[in-house]
């Protein structure tokens, strides 16, 4: 342990874990004589210093260069705190950079002022998305229909791409002629991620599966979770927007949403119920439907956003029949699993479990049923 050293009228020096601090006896005086801060900063003199230190010493003089054992103790504790503070801060700086950064396809871009309208509030947030924003398999869709114009929506891949959009249709102004951009709950999920990470809070896409769409299935759905500055919170911004379900949409419980990976382990244990799993309206569900999902969670998490429907390298080639698939396969999707299960998601940085799990360059996309092979944007 270092001890902080008397130079007398000089101030006092120090170094702790590689940090210098300098006229530590002017930080002594702000931080424990806050009545005194309006004097002017400065080097205290020695036997000031011992005073604002020790508190319940006596005014004396010590001679420039002694300290006796409690006033080196309290200096020890108060240069400590300094530099735990300091270099606390920094790492919390470290590990929010990634998730409260933008990725290539949450930012904005020319449209970050439009962006910014939404607010801060996540309900407020999400029912400002919802104003613009129209789902082909929901409710509104049923009662409005849902145009060609939106189903060409379906291939925006950025915010900015999607704002583009609502702002050439004049949607952010209330233009209720015009019809609201098409998108599906990974749409929803990002854009609120986007306005999220511009006002520098961690955000992230997270794919998996809701019970809470479909009774007695568990169906594809994506969501945008957020760090309040203690944890992270699931948020379903396309069911807050519409005011669809019991519970609280703004933290969605565990045991209604689960993950790709958990999801991929639920249907290990039991192979029967991957029938269960899917896109129920369109008769897309099983083993290789979560698989897919298992690897577009795996790169959602290091702030490779895709769409719903998109596949590469493994999962591209997976047989509906699960009994079909090459040997490697499960093993490989285990793992991947397993990573997914083994990284720190509580964390706010990217989870090294799966740091070095490749990612797409390229995909094939079913945004329309037919494929379509997608140069995905990389930084």
């Known amino acids: 342990?270092?001890?902080?050293?008397?130079?007398?009228?000089?101030?006092?020096?120090?170094?702790?874990?590689?940090?210098?601090?300098?006229?530590?006896?002017?930080?002594?005086?702000?931080?424990?004589?806050?009545?005194?801060?309006?004097?002017?900063?400065?080097?205290?003199?020695?036997?000031?210093?011992?005073?604002?230190?020790?508190?319940?010493?006596?005014?004396?003089?010590?001679?420039?260069?002694?300290?006796?054992?409690?006033?080196?103790?309290?200096?020890?504790?108060?240069?400590?705190?300094?530099?735990?503070?300091?270099?606390?801060?920094?790492?919390?700086?470290?590990?929010?950079?990634?998730?409260?950064?933008?990725?290539?396809?949450?930012?904005?871009?020319p449209y970050r002022d439009t962006l910014m309208r939404g607010g801060a509030e996540p309900r407020q947030v999400a029912r400002w998305i919802g104003s613009f924003m129209q789902h082909p398999r929901g409710a509104e869709t049923a009662e409005r229909g849902f145009t060609p114009e939106q189903a060409a929506d379906l291939e925006l891949r950025s915010v900015a791409e999607i704002l583009s959009v609502a702002v050439a249709r004049a949607l952010p102004d209330g233009d209720g002629a015009q019809p609201k951009v098409g998108g599906v709950c990974r749409d929803f999920a990002i854009l609120a991620a986007g306005l999220f990470r511009a006002r520098g809070t961690p955000a992230r896409l997270r794919a998996g599966f809701a019970d809470y769409i479909v009774p007695g299935h568990w169906e594809d759905h994506w969501l945008c979770e957020w760090h309040d500055g203690g944890r992270w919170r699931r948020f379903d911004v396309e069911f807050t927007a519409i005011r669809g379900v019991a519970f609280d949409t703004l933290d969605v419980p565990r045991d209604r949403f689960i993950t790709a990976g958990e999801a991929w382990f639920r249907i290990r244990r039991a192979p029967d119920s991957a029938a269960r799993f899917g896109v129920s309206g369109l008769d897309l569900r099983g083993a290789w439907f979560v698989a897919g999902s298992l690897m577009r969670d795996m790169a959602a998490l290091r702030k490779l956003e895709l769409k719903p429907w998109d596949y590469w390298g493994l999962s591209q080639d997976l047989s509906r029949d699960s009994a079909a698939w090459p040997p490697h396969a499960e093993t490989t999707l285990d793992e991947l699993a397993s990573r997914l299960g083994d990284a720190d998601v509580a964390g706010e940085d990217e989870p090294e479990s799966i740091r070095d799990w490749p990612l797409p360059r390229e995909v094939v996309g079913f945004p329309h049923g037919a494929p379509m092979a997608v140069v995905l944007r990389h930084a």
């Not at 010493?57 to 309290?74: S, V, Y």
């Not at 705190?81 to 919390?92: N, P, Q």
């Open 1 to 109: 342990m270092p001890i902080i050293g008397c130079t007398g009228n000089d101030g006092f020096r120090e170094t702790v874990g590689g940090l210098r601090t300098t006229d530590l006896g002017s930080a002594v005086e702000r931080q424990l004589s806050p009545q005194r801060q309006a004097k002017p900063a400065g080097p205290l003199p020695a036997p000031h210093a011992a005073l604002m230190c020790g508190r319940a010493w006596k005014r004396r003089r010590i001679k420039p260069g002694r300290f006796e054992t409690g006033l080196i103790d309290n200096f020890r504790k108060f240069a400590l705190l300094v530099v735990s503070r300091s270099s606390s801060r920094k790492e919390t700086a470290m590990r929010t950079s990634f998730y409260a950064s933008q990725s290539l396809y949450s930012e904005p871009g």
